[in-house]
DNA sequence: CAGGGTGCTGACAACGATTTCACTTGCCGG
DNA sequence: CCGGCAAGTGAAATCGTTGTCAGCACCCTG
């Protein structure tokens, strides 16, 4: 490793010189400190740097999962708005967890300027830590159920699973399902509210057996979903409260050959990439991602600029979409005690 | 920020002494240490650590675009070795342009202590750079040109290439299409040799107008496969060198309401998540994809370790999978020429 | 009881970059 | 020709941690 010390020796000045050189300030050596720095391919210690300055330019990035398409697709953002400056992303998975969230945060505290979390559940206490170790702090998609005062970029989660219940209704359908997240999560919270009490609002109860906790994994979609099949009455529409669940509730549904939408309709929170392509192109909640992972990371950096760091915490809340492609239809055969309502005028898209 | 001297002061000992405490080492006063610790929230400096010792315990990993799933999961595959190490991750995308490698691997090579890297050419030189700063390199997905003496995790793209042709050749198409990748990239290379390599070795020629090049994107898939359905003779088969241009393909066959397999048969290289639920369900060449992240990274993890710093390059090649779903069958009316010859015995996944 | 371990200890010097401080040089105007 | 100022310089201190080194106290053995 070449330090600035050779090179001031190479150049024949001190080391004070060329750090005065290598930071744009006037020298009257400079030709020879750029020989000698071109020469030596030389490049300051990161290390040094930070030990000397207390800045490292690094952003810690906590998710629970990279290969979530919506996941990767914040992550996109985040790292797209580093490009510009220069801040590194350091990132880890949480998977969910908690105690593995724990043990991530507490070893990047001691190398990062800031952190960004999707928080794993809405009791952590770890982003308490975070602050008193004087590390900003910025939540992206989850916040903490008494995280008003975090900076936090989110959605409208509520109101989206509200569009999707009144999507439902509208159709006609009465006997719906819900396989919502964990119950301890932002979006698995919001959306089973939202959800729950659209339909309530309504006058249209959920059966408890159609009121499933799932874990945001495909997984689990596809084992509740088989489950409601096998149920007595099952539903005719699911709400399914992410992308990988959506997934696996579509494919339980092919595996027991259960018509979508003749049979069974099913609408999503989160679009996917392939969404128009599936069979059938999925009616979904959809929201930005890429912009969420912007927003966090420019609200991160700015909390990083001395001016900034006592401004309000500031909390933006993103709206959703409906998507209507050709995942839900009206019931094929009305409720028991119900006259089925025909919608007119629906379009679809494609 | 606390320091070890303000631990030491407090526990009444010298900063060595909590260090060599800290380090595991007996020392009569750890009882007071550990309080000072706890009372203090102590925890050290990561920068005057890697200062002092040289080492980061940060990898960095560069990919095109970690929006694509297979990114994606070999970056979860990384993620998960450095669980049980002391590790971090550095994340940076290179949008497949070299420049942008370049300077993101510039400053990252201060930063880490090894990089893992699928470079966006094989022309590559970046590489040797980070060669002669002393850091540890494993390709992941790509090489280079010349880059027998780098470590490396890749995937028989020739061979999967070889698989899809003969594959569409078995149902008998002769007029055949590749949509390959950049040829300035290993994947985007060799798989379009080892695709038009077959097909001339069965004496099946590639028209020029079907041998397309995209840059791995799904716009690309997209306009590729519109330019060869305009073409006078359109192919019945298409061969496309990722997942997606893939899904670029089969969105522009969908829009042009083109059928999949009826008109034309579809098979890419790189199965996706949803595969088996598209329409049509996607025949793909599969390949490991967590797995080379977990192998890119234990060889990068033992390459750091001193007893192997001087080991031999060890290049890995993965082996690939026909995953035959319903996007492709034989052609519906056989090619000029041609007798169609009816395959027997098929069987499809699902 | 002397001699020699053994087991800990603290002072101090590094790691590499930056900043402060006091200083020199050169130039200008009076 | 001299005083004063601007511009540029190097020595040294600093960031927080760890390794080296010399030293001290204690205990065991002969």
């Known amino acids: ?57 690094t952003i810690g990035v906590v998710v629970p999962d990279i290969t979530n398409p919506y996941f990767a697709a914040v992550v996109k953002g985040m790292e797209s708005v580093t490009r510009t400056e220069p801040y590194r992303i350091l990132l880890a998975n949480s998977d969910e967890s908690g105690e593995r969230e724990d043990d991530v945060i507490a070893d990047m505290v001691r190398r990062v300027d800031g952190i960004v979390l999707a928080p794993a559940t809405e009791q952590d206490r770890t982003p308490l830590n975070v602050r008193d170790a004087g590390v900003p702090l910025v939540f992206v998609d989850r916040d903490l159920a008494d995280g008003e005062d975090f900076d936090a970029i989110l959605v409208d989660n509520a109101g989206g699973a509200r569009q999707a219940a009144e999507h439902l209704m509208g159709l006609g359908h009465t006997r719906i399902a819900a396989i919502s997240g964990p119950v301890d999560t932002t979006p698995g919270r919001r959306r089973r509210e939202g959800f729950l009490e659209t339909l309530a609002a309504a006058g249209i109860g959920i059966a408890p057996e159609h009121d499933l906790i799932g874990d945001f994994r495909e997984q689990s979609g596809y084992q509740l979903t088989l489950s409601l099949l096998s149920l007595p009455e099952p539903p005719t529409a699911v709400f399914t409260a992410n992308n990988l669940m959506t997934l696996g509730a579509l494919k339980a549904l092919h595996d027991m050959r259960v018509g979508v939408p003749d049979e069974i309709s099913l609408i999503g929170f989160d679009d996917l990439d392939t969404g128009p392509l599936l069979r059938p192109p999925l009616t979904v909640i959809d929201r930005p991602m890429v912009e969420q992972g912007v927003l966090a990371m420019r609200l991160l950096l700015r909390r990083l600029d001395p001016r900034h760091v006592d401004d309000m915490p500031r909390r933006v809340v993103l709206g959703t979409k409906l998507v209507d492609r050709a995942s839900t239809a009206p019931p094929r055969t009305s409720p028991a005690g119900t006259a089925a309502p025909s919608p007119a005028g629906r379009t679809r898209a494609r």
Chains 1, 2 share one sequence.
């Open 1 to 57: 490793m070449v330090t600035i010390h050779e090179v001031a020796a190479r150049a024949g000045v001190s080391a004070a010189t060329v750090s005065r050189f290598l930071r744009g300030r006037r020298v009257r050596a400079s030709a020879a400190i750029q020989t000698a720095v071109d020469e030596l391919g030389y490049s300051p210690s990161a290390a040094a740097q930070s030990l000397k300055s207390g800045r490292t330019y």
